[in-house]
């Protein structure tokens, strides 16, 4: 008999399905039962005495984080935790937050969260992710490209992408102008829709319509700063698309300046060559990335199955407290200016 996992989801996933590619690996081994966690949108605790009820063998978090507290009231001492790069450098405030999760095992789908995370001494593994290679996807047309930017956050906006390209970049550069929640929409001049051949779009019918458009790009502008895993990107990269951002995690974990993409910072000296694109050096270079993932992969499950550390709960507690304690003068601050 497989053993069982509580699998607690962040509730957008339901829509965006970003934790199904993890999901459907772990039921190839056991019986999952999934939580979706809402305390984000109606402020509700998770209920940990549900958990305890079931005794599970296991029980993994994605990207969902409660503090020690909580996690104390758990039965199951076999816990995993799979934060992801853009909310964990949220909780780089002090050095002291993750330190409190000594007794937790962690999975990092980013070299540099896991690395932060070994330094403070905790138990983690990474794993490099990367979806299968599509090679029957559109081959690029370096005289006739095409491209894709949805404007999600003011700091990635339709300015900082006309620093990297020129007028005669692309037959046609489609802009999803539907920005993330408290950001302000595009303002696009006539002068430019008609200069740099662009096509504004509001929102698509259906995901086939955004899928379609998609697989028919060659170049695709990531739209944040930061990424989790990435997997908006990479299912493009697995389509041997070229990808241009910004110069970091978990961007510049996969992508190699020049070579399957462009990555850029804040001050941009140069626009970007799109002449020089190899798309057969492309699928070669994520294809290792596809090679390595199916290869590391079961040393998912061998963490998974391994032992935990023993708790020490006055240590845990302690360095929750200093983070809080480091944290109150922000909060007050963001409260006063709010």
Same mark, same amino acid.
């Given at each position: 008999?497989?053993?069982?996992?509580?699998?607690?989801?962040?509730?957008?996933?339901?829509?965006?399905?970003?934790?199904?590619?993890?999901?459907d690996l772990l039921?190839?081994?056991?019986?999952?039962?999934?939580?979706?966690?809402?305390?984000?949108?109606?402020?509700?605790?998770?209920?940990?005495?549900?958990?305890?009820?079931?005794?599970?063998?296991?029980?993994?978090?994605?990207?969902?984080?409660?503090?020690?507290?909580?996690?104390?009231?758990?039965?199951?001492?076999?816990?995993?935790?799979?934060?992801?790069?853009?909310?964990?450098?949220?909780?780089?405030?002090?050095?002291?937050?993750?330190?409190?999760?000594?007794?937790?095992?962690?999975?990092?789908?980013?070299?540099?969260?896991?690395?932060?995370?070994?330094?403070?001494?905790?138990?983690?593994?990474?794993?490099?992710?990367?979806?299968?290679?599509?090679?029957?996807?559109?081959?690029?047309?370096?005289?006739?490209?095409?491209?894709?930017?949805?404007?999600?956050?003011?700091?990635?906006?339709?300015?900082?992408?006309?620093?990297?390209?020129?007028?005669?970049?692309?037959?046609?550069?489609? $802009?999803?102008?539907?920005?993330?929640?408290?950001?302000?929409?595009?303002?696009?001049?006539?002068?430019?829709?008609?200069?740099?051949?662009?096509?504004?779009?509001?929102?698509?019918?259906s995901k086939d319509?955004?899928?379609?458009?998609?697989?028919?790009?060659?170049?695709?502008?990531?739209?944040?700063?930061?990424?989790?895993?990435?997997?908006?990107?990479?299912?493009?990269?697995?389509?041997?698309?070229?990808?241009?951002?910004?110069?970091?995690?978990?961007?510049?974990?996969? $992508?190699?300046?020049?070579?399957?993409?462009?990555?850029?910072?804040?001050?941009?000296?140069?626009?970007?060559?799109?002449?020089? $694109?190899?798309?057969?050096?492309?699928?070669?270079?994520?294809?290792?990335?596809?090679?390595?993932?199916?290869?590391?992969?079961?040393?998912?499950?061998?963490?998974?199955?391994?032992?935990f550390r023993s708790?020490?709960?006055?240590?845990?507690?302690?360095?929750?407290? $200093?983070?809080?304690?480091?944290?109150?003068?922000?909060?007050?601050?963001?409260?006063?200016?709010?």
């Amino acid at each position: 008999m497989s053993k069982k996992i509580a699998f607690i989801d962040h509730s957008f996933h339901k829509k965006t399905k970003s934790s199904n590619f993890f999901l459907d690996l772990l039921k190839d081994k056991y019986t999952i039962d999934i939580y979706y966690d809402t305390k984000w949108e109606d402020k509700k605790v998770l209920d940990f005495d549900s958990l305890n009820q079931k005794n599970y063998s296991i029980i993994i978090f994605w990207q969902i984080n409660y503090n020690i507290k909580f996690l104390k009231k758990l039965k199951c001492k076999n816990i995993i935790y799979i934060p992801m790069y853009d909310d964990f450098i949220a909780n780089t405030f002090t050095p002291f937050y993750w330190k409190q999760f000594n007794s937790i095992k962690f999975i990092s789908f980013s070299k540099n969260l896991h690395d932060y995370l070994h330094n403070k001494g905790l138990d983690s593994l990474y794993i490099k992710y990367f979806p299968e290679i599509n090679k029957s996807s559109k081959k690029i047309d370096k005289k006739n490209l095409t491209a894709f930017f949805w404007y999600r956050i003011e700091a990635i906006n339709w300015e900082k992408i006309k620093e990297l390209i020129s007028p005669n970049s692309f037959k046609k550069i489609y $802009i999803q102008n539907h920005p993330d929640p408290n950001q302000k929409k595009l303002q696009i001049f006539k002068e430019d829709i008609e200069k740099y051949n662009i096509e504004i779009i509001d929102w698509f019918e259906s995901k086939d319509e955004y899928t379609n458009l998609l697989k028919s790009i060659d170049v695709y502008f990531a739209p944040r700063i930061y990424e989790g895993i990435g997997l908006s990107f990479l299912e493009l990269m697995k389509q041997g698309k070229y990808i241009v951002a910004f110069d970091k995690p978990t961007m510049n974990e996969y $992508i190699i300046h020049k070579k399957n993409g462009f990555l850029y910072s804040n001050i941009i000296n140069n626009k970007v060559d799109f002449s020089n $694109i190899n798309q057969i050096e492309i699928f070669k270079m994520n294809q290792k990335y596809y090679d390595e993932y199916k290869k590391n992969k079961k040393e998912i499950y061998t963490l998974i199955e391994s032992s935990f550390r023993s708790e020490n709960i006055k240590r845990d507690y302690l360095y929750m407290y $200093i983070d809080k304690l480091f944290k109150f003068p922000s909060r007050v601050f963001r409260k006063i200016f709010k």
